[in-house]
C-alpha cells in the first residue's frame, strides 16, 4: 500500500465517525427539546349561578426534556370534521408576562391541567365541532384533535332545554 492510499483510507474512516457524531447531535437535539400534547380532558356545562360558561379541561403532556411554557390557547369551531372545514375563531386566553397572571409552564417528562372557561351560556358557536389550538412560547404549536360536541355531552344539555 502506497502512502496516498493509505491517507484516502484514513480520512473515509475519518468521515464515517464525523457523520456519525452529526447524527447523534441531531437525535440528542432532538430528544431535548419540548414535546407538547394536548388533550381534552372533560367539560362542564353551563351552571345555574351568576356567570353562564362552558369549562374545558385540557390535559397537556411534556414528552421533552425541557419544560416549555404556554402562551395563548384559543378556542375554534368547525362545522364539520374534516381537516379543510371553515373554522370560527370563539375566544382565547392570553398569558401575559408582564401582568399578575403567571404563564402556564408545562413541566419537563410531566403533564399539567388547566381550566379553560368559554364565557357563553349558548353552545360555542355554530359549529358541531371544536378544537383547541396553544401556542407556546418556543414558537411551537400544539393543536387538538378535532372534538365532537356530542361525544362531550352537549346535544343532551340543548334536549334538557328544550
Known sequence: ????EIAIILSSISVVITGGNVILTYRTFRRVRPKV???VWRTAP???GAEPHWQYILRFLNKGLSPVHVERIELYAYKSSSR???SE???GNRFERDTVQEPLMV???DGTTYRFT???LAQPGDGRYLRFRVLLTNGRTAITPVISLK???HDKIDAADK
Open 1 to 4: 500500500m502506497t502512502l496516498p
Open 37 to 39: 400534547k394536548v388533550r
Open 46 to 48: 353551563p351552571s345555574c
Open 84 to 86: 379543510f372545514s371553515e
Open 89 to 91: 375563531f370563539l375566544s
Open 107 to 109: 413541566p419537563a417528562l
Open 118 to 120: 368559554y364565557d357563553s
Open 151 to 153: 361525544s362531550m355531552g
